[in-house]
């Protein structure tokens, strides 16, 4: 039999569930709400579309109670953050595409390595076992420099351009294949790679970047103008293009909305592993997410992707398998 206090308890523990679900549900709307009408102006919101995979999950926890608890109002505002939510969460990158059947094949590997990692050893091993036609590399430091120069590198990968530098942006392309035209050309400071590659008589364009990390107010406003550049030259190029890199974007950015809204698509999306994270690697305490990206023009097709392990580096490598169409 219930007593007055027994009930009374009854009351204040729902009312506190109401009061909590509703404080959630109003700040999510307004992280929304931010993020659809500012849309990465700020720093802070460039971050707040980085975590948007996991920020709008209580939304479906909400909307559960809810809708159990018959809290109409509250069902339906945060069923409105549900729907934006998978929106956001770009379920068309969770379909494959028809791989290509015939045509010539080529393997591709991106590695961040991390510019103060000196376990060389895992990385270069990896290289090895993947035997990559191209490999893209990010924050090449000396050490890596010289790894590269390793007799078993040469011989796997003896065409190359790069950049070794002390800090984070050093960069490195290394081939199978000759490379034409090869560049290390400036934007904002830092340096990227550009170069051509022939396949069955085809040239495909190898870009190969490392923007800076918008994680302040300076750096946000410097990665924007990155991020727009490589959008122009995709919106530009006529060609067979990989775009290769650590550019700092995920799925929920953006500029990651605006290059897939070129003639690129992202590797991961066309295998229908929308889902796969390449960073912080274990290394962080950080939800992980997917910074690392194979961008290729419509005229390739992708056989397969899948990350490595990258030993001492908070990045995973990226492996992928793709056929000219």
């Not at 393997?107 to 035997?131: C, K, P, W």
């Not at 790894?147 to 796997?156: H, N, T």
């Not at 490379?179 to 830092?190: H, S, V």
């Not at 500029?255 to 929308?274: D, M, P, V």
Request: glycine residues 8%; hydrophobic residues 45%.
């Amino acid at each position: 039999m219930r007593t007055k206090s027994m009930e009374a308890e009854v009351n204040y523990v729902r009312k506190a569930a109401v009061g909590l679900g509703w404080t959630l549900v109003i700040g999510l709307w307004a992280c929304a709400l931010a993020k659809m009408i500012g849309r990465d102006a700020h720093f802070v919101l460039i971050l707040l579309s980085a975590a948007t995979g996991y920020l709008y999950v209580p939304a479906w926890g909400v909307a559960a109670a809810a809708g159990m608890a018959r809290r109409w109002g509250m069902f339906a505002a945060s069923m409105g953050l549900v729907g934006m939510h998978l929106v956001w969460l770009r379920p068309q990158g969770w379909i494959r595409e028809p791989p290509p059947e015939t045509g010539p094949s080529l393997r591709v590997m991106n590695a961040n390595v991390l510019m103060v990692n000196h376990d060389t050893e895992g990385i270069l091993a990896e290289v090895l076992a993947a035997q990559p036609d191209v490999l893209f590399v990010q924050e090449l430091a000396p050490q890596w420099a010289e790894a590269f120069e390793s007799e078993p590198l040469m011989a796997a990968l003896p065409y190359r351009i790069f950049i070794a530098r002390e800090d984070s942006f050093g960069i490195g392309l290394y081939s199978r294949l000759p490379l034409i035209d090869p560049k290390i050309e400036d934007l904002a400071g830092l340096p990227w790679i550009r170069a051509s590659i022939v396949v069955d008589g085809r040239a495909i364009e190898l870009w190969n970047a490392h923007t800076l990390p918008p994680r302040t107010l300076e750096y946000s406003g410097i990665w924007d103008g990155m991020m727009a550049f490589f959008v122009e030259q995709a919106e530009s190029s006529q060609g067979t293009v990989i775009f290769s890199g650590d550019l700092n974007t995920t799925p929920a950015h953006k500029w990651y909305a605006r290059l897939t809204n070129t003639r690129l698509r992202e590797s991961h999306e066309a295998c229908g592993r929308g889902w796969a994270t390449t960073w912080p690697n274990g290394v962080f305490p950080i939800p992980p997410l997917r910074l690392d990206h194979v961008f290729i023009s419509e005229d390739l097709g992708c056989v397969s992707v899948q990350e490595g392990e990258g030993r001492g580096s908070d990045h995973l490598p990226l492996i992928v398998d793709l056929r000219l169409q």
